[in-house]
C-alpha cells in the first residue's frame, strides 16, 4: 500500500516536472522568421495592420514604429514611408511571426510586382 502510493506521487510528480520544464523551453525558443508577400489588400492604421492578399489567401502584417519601409526592387529600393504605400500595390514584408501574423520589421513595396 505505501509502495503503490509513493510510485503514484513519484510519477505525478515527475510528470508536473516535465510539465513545467516544457513550458519554460516553448517560451525561450526564437521566433520564427519569415516573410509575407503579395497585393496590399487593406490598411488599417487603427490598428496597424496590413492585409495582404496572395492569391485566395489573406495574410495579416503588424508593423510599428521600429518597422523599416521602402519603394522600389531590391536592388535599388530607396528609403520610404507608410503613408506613400497604396492598396493594389505589391508588398514584401520580413519579420517575425506572432501566431499566424507577421510583425513586421522591414517593408519595401512598388506599384506593380
Same mark, same amino acid.
Given at each position: /500500500? !505505501?509502495? #503503490?502510493?509513493?510510485? !503514484?506521487? $513519484?510519477?505525478?510528480? #515527475?510528470?508536473?516536472?516535465?510539465? !513545467?520544464?516544457?513550458?519554460?523551453?516553448?517560451?525561450?525558443?526564437? $521566433?520564427?522568421?519569415?516573410?509575407?508577400?503579395? #497585393?496590399?489588400? /487593406?490598411?488599417?492604421?487603427? !490598428?496597424?495592420?496590413?492585409?495582404? /492578399?496572395? &492569391?485566395? +489567401?489573406q495574410?495579416?502584417?503588424?508593423?510599428?514604429?521600429?518597422?523599416?519601409?521602402a519603394? &522600389? +526592387?531590391? #536592388?535599388? $529600393?530607396?528609403?520610404?514611408?507608410?503613408?506613400?504605400?497604396?492598396e493594389?500595390?505589391?508588398?514584401?514584408?520580413? &519579420?517575425?511571426?506572432?501566431?499566424?501574423?507577421?510583425?513586421?520589421?522591414?517593408?519595401?513595396?512598388?506599384?506593380?510586382?
Amino acid at each position: /500500500m !505505501t509502495r #503503490s502510493f509513493l510510485t !503514484t506521487f $513519484a510519477l505525478c510528480l #515527475s510528470v508536473l516536472v516535465a510539465i !513545467t520544464v516544457g513550458a519554460a523551453v516553448a517560451k525561450d525558443q526564437k $521566433a520564427k522568421q519569415g516573410q509575407v508577400n503579395g #497585393s496590399v489588400h /487593406m490598411i488599417n492604421k487603427d !490598428t496597424s495592420t496590413i492585409t495582404v /492578399m496572395k &492569391g485566395n +489567401v489573406q495574410r495579416q502584417v503588424i508593423y510599428n514604429n521600429d518597422t523599416k519601409w521602402a519603394y &522600389g +526592387v531590391q #536592388s535599388s $529600393a530607396k528609403a520610404s514611408s507608410l503613408d506613400q504605400l497604396k492598396e493594389g500595390w505589391y508588398i514584401n514584408c520580413k &519579420g517575425t511571426f506572432d501566431g499566424v501574423k507577421l510583425v513586421a520589421s522591414a517593408c519595401r513595396f512598388r506599384e506593380a510586382k
